[in-house]
T-cell receptor
Framework: EAGVAQSPRYKIIEKRQSVAFWCNPI?????LYWYQQILGQGPKLLIQ????????DSQLPKDRFSAERLKGVDSTLKIQPAKLEDSAVYLC???????????????FGPGTRLTVL | QQQVKQSPQSLIVQKGGISIINCAYE??????FPWYQQFPGKGPALLIA?????SEKKEGRFTISFNKSAKQFSLHIMDSQPGDSATYFC????????????FGQGTRLTINP
């Protein structure tokens, strides 16, 4: 079974530029998460999708961050404009949870390391 | 109240020893407590998890001890091996509500050969 795929793996941009990250979850996983992991800290949930609907985006800085999951499969996370403090690893995760199979394990991708200069 | 506090930040253990990492939480609504293991350049991977209906769960060399009254839980790694060297995160969530995981700050574990 293929894992969660993310691209790019690394990105370096100047502040005020925009950047986008892509995630392809494990096939059949209805729930998709984006986390921000700042160096030396635990992951922090930014947004959670159930199929193509947003379940929780309470910690997403909506003035600069946006995310979409149009067809309930792939997802993109965008930052525009980027700030220095956005330097972090952006992790995508997916889980199988639905009303028939409430499996709560989240499977993480390798992440995208963003450096904002 | 959403925080999960983890200690120590770093830990060095000799090969064959016992590694112990502790976590504490405030939100009494939390009822799912997983531990994740993360190697450099990789995403976190679920190691072991516990629900509060039991006080201990063991899987191989890994054991979670859970103290509901103290709102604390810990990971014990028996017979620690150099391959266990990684960063460990505890987390907590409300099992039936959207699985929003709140992570601790992480512990960098080094096992010396």
């Amino acid at each position: 079974e293929a894992g969660v795929a993310q691209s790019p793996r690394y990105k370096i941009i100047e502040k005020r530029q925009s950047v986008a990250f892509w995630c392809n979850p494990i096939s059949g996983h209805a729930t998709l998460y984006w986390y921000q992991q700042i160096l030396g800290q635990g992951p922090k949930l930014l947004i959670q999708f159930q199929n193509n609907g947003v379940v929780d985006d309470s910690q997403l800085p909506k003035d600069r961050f946006s995310a979409e999951r149009l067809k309930g499969v792939d997802s993109t996370l965008k930052i525009q404009p980027a700030k220095l403090e956005d330097s972090a690893v952006y992790l995508c995760a997916s889980s199988l949870k639905n009303h028939q199979a409430p499996t709560y394990e989240q499977f993480f991708g390798p992440g995208t390391r963003l450096t904002v200069l | 109240q959403q925080q999960v506090k983890q200690s120590p930040q770093s830990l060095i253990v000799q090969k064959g020893g016992i590694s112990i990492i502790n976590c504490a939480y405030e939100n009494t609504a939390f009822d799912y407590f997983p531990w994740y293991q993360q190697f450099p350049g990789k995403g976190p991977a679920l190691l072991i998890a516990i629900r509060p209906d039991v006080s201990e769960k063991k899987e191989g060399r890994f054991t979670i001890s859970f103290n509901k009254s103290a709102k604390q839980f810990s990971l014990h790694i028996m017979d620690s091996q150099p391959g266990d060297s990684a960063t460990y995160f505890c987390a907590a969530s409300i099992f039936m509500r959207a699985q929003k995981l709140v992570f601790g700050q992480g512990t960098r574990l080094t096992i010396n050969p």
